[in-house]
């Protein structure tokens, strides 16, 4: 089983923009006041961890279709297959 690379792409590019969001969270007191910025903060942190967790997993799922000087680059790629 792969993942469509476009789904990669995008959970990545969440990631990043959520990531970018967390840093930027010292600026959400000015614009929001320091209870509201409390707020936004927890939930883009929980957001944060769950897109990358996500991804995570998604980028962990070898794919099958690689030849084998191909796939034996890749650590978390499919063993290689006994020649026979």
Same mark, same amino acid.
């Not at 967390?22 to 600026?27: F, P, R």
């Given at each position: 089983m792969t993942i469509n690379p476009r789904w990669g792409l995008w959970l990545s590019?969440?990631?990043a923009v959520v990531s970018a969001l967390?840093?930027?969270?010292?600026?959400f007191t000015d614009l929001?006041? +320091?209870?509201?910025?409390k707020t936004i903060l927890a939930f883009l942190g929980l957001a944060n961890?769950?897109?990358?967790?996500?991804n995570a997993v998604l980028h962990a799922i070898p794919a099958q279709s690689l030849p084998a000087?191909?796939?034996a680059q890749? +650590?978390?790629?499919p063993?290689?297959?006994p020649s026979h």
């Open positions: 590019m969440i990631a967390v840093a930027g969270g010292a600026q929001f006041g +320091p209870e509201n910025s961890t769950v897109v990358n967790a996500v000087p191909t796939a890749f +650590p978390l790629g063993p290689p297959q």
